[in-house]
């Protein structure tokens, strides 16, 4: 690399790779939005064994992942997964969708923090000022940050993590000392009461964001120890974390009357921040409501750096423009990529602005819907990808590299199946427009394919680097790619 090319540079260990994937799943933000819907149109009562499900489901997974992760070190994350398993054409499917996923989620985060911002800081200090404009300070604070370098974010994403995961703690505590927890959530005849799929498709979306570990590889100290050990670590705590606090939520509500208790509280949104107020009082559930404000920032922040490196690792292999590839000098931030990530994600939200729309029912519920949906795809393609490379390069290791990892792509195809099958419940809109957005993804994937031939044809420098460019820490000792 010559010029500004430098190559990404950071020191992450596993507590700083972990805030970043964590702050992208904003515990807080899950649990008010994501655990209040599943509580209301999934299993109810038995939502916590709902979490509990996908915790051992992406586990599973990370059997698989970690060996990779050991193997490959790569800012595309997935996509080199992907390459290294199936091959360079669906390497690029893959790349597409991750395209479509990231910079969808980030537009919908820019309109989800604009919008909360505003409504909370309207409602705690009786300051009205529109929505769109705190989504622009949001970019602006994001762009600011990133230039200063994945350390630092992952820094201020601690900070943001520690607070607002504490408040829940407090919550937790308050119930468990007034309630007590109830152990009905685990009879059968309350788990598998109402939508098992749709408590299962809100349970696994909780987790969106925990797959970013294998794109800091490179940012990482010791990549092959840490993007493994940060991996398992953001799945234990996120569906620990998330299956505890639902499980005081519901019973404080009373495990049998939890379901309908929370469809009462769906279109307001405010089911925990009902059962808040009743327990921790009013003062706490104002500051839980500005440490949502906090908690949609840090999922901002993560997700648009998730997003921004796949911008950057298909500019480097020239996918994309080159100029993608362009680092700071000093501290080796996506300068180009973060910059081009986030003014098309706030280009977007202020589009949907000037036209007057809704920024809940049109903005968040489209563009979150199917960056979740891109996510969940990308997913379990690869884990099919890593399943596929460990019995091609015929590994002996039966149990880590095929049996459980297998185990976790059968149940990430079936949360995919539940997603395509539940979109609008997944985007909290039936509107006509938004149940077709799910066709992005394949007509995403055609366009990967289509390039893919352009390349192998008429660009052979180029079709080939996209192999050469997988390992990124040393020598590429594995066996080379399938076409």
Request: aromatic share 10%.
């Amino acid at each position: 690399m010559s010029g500004n090319e430098i190559g990404l540079r950071g020191h992450l260990g596993v507590s700083g790779i972990a805030f970043l994937v964590l702050a992208a799943v904003a515990p807080l933000t899950g649990i008010v939005v994501i655990g209040g819907i599943g509580i209301a149109v999934g299993t109810g009562g038995g939502t916590p064994v709902m979490f509990l499900a996908a915790t051992a489901v992406l586990l599973l997974f990370a059997v698989g992942y970690a060996q990779m992760a050991k193997e490959l070190v790569n800012a595309g994350g997935f996509y080199s997964y992907v390459v290294r398993g199936l091959g360079r054409t669906a390497g690029l499917v893959a790349a597409f969708i991750a395209l479509v996923g990231y910079n969808c989620f980030v537009a919908g985060a820019v309109g989800t923090s604009g919008f909360f911002t505003s409504e909370v800081v309207s409602s705690v200090f009786g300051w009205h000022v529109p929505w769109w404009l705190w989504s622009l300070a949001s970019a602006a604070l994001v762009w600011l940050l990133t230039r200063s370098g994945i350390d630092f974010s992952a820094k201020v994403l601690g900070i943001a993590l520690v607070c607002e995961v504490s408040i829940l703690l407090v919550l937790d505590a308050a119930v468990l000392l007034r309630t007590g927890f109830s152990l009905a959530v685990f009879r059968p005849e309350v788990f598998l009461t109402g939508s098992v799929g749709l408590g299962l498709l809100f349970a696994a979306n909780a987790f969106v964001g925990f797959e970013a570990t294998g794109l800091f590889g490179e940012e990482a100290r010791d990549p092959k120890r840490t993007i493994p050990r940060a991996t398992y670590l953001a799945i234990a705590f996120i569906g620990v974390f998330a299956a505890v606090t639902t499980w005081a939520i519901v019973s404080a509500l009373g495990v049998r009357h939890a379901g309908a208790a929370a469809r009462e509280h769906l279109a307001a949104g405010d089911l925990v921040f009902s059962v808040s107020a009743e327990y921790l009082g009013a003062a706490a559930t104002d500051v839980m409501r500005l440490l949502l404000v906090v908690s949609l920032f840090a999922a901002l922040l993560a997700l648009h750096n998730s997003a921004a490196r796949y911008l950057y690792a298909l500019g480097r292999v020239e996918v994309l423009p080159r100029s993608l590839a362009r680092t700071r000098r000093g501290n080796g931030a996506p300068a180009v990529a973060s910059t081009v990530q986030l003014v098309l994600a706030t280009a977007i939200a202020l589009a949907y602005a000037v036209a007057g729309s809704d920024p809940m029912t049109t903005l968040v519920a489209s563009f979150t819907g199917i960056g979740t949906l891109g996510i969940i795809v990308l997913q379990a393609i690869a884990a099919t990808a890593i399943v596929v490379h460990f019995r091609r390069v015929r590994d002996g290791r039966w149990a880590t590299t095929f049996l459980l990892p297998l185990l976790g792509c059968l149940g990430l195809w079936a949360v995919t199946v539940l997603a395509f099958a539940n979109f609008p419940q997944l985007a909290g809109s039936d509107s006509t427009a938004i149940t077709l957005l799910p066709w992005l993804l394949p007509i995403a994937a055609v366009l990967a394919v289509v390039v893919a031939a352009v390349f192998r044809s008429a660009n052979k420098h180029l079709w080939d680097s996209l192999e050469h460019d997988l390992d990124r820490m040393g020598p590429d000792t594995a066996e080379r790619t399938p076409q």
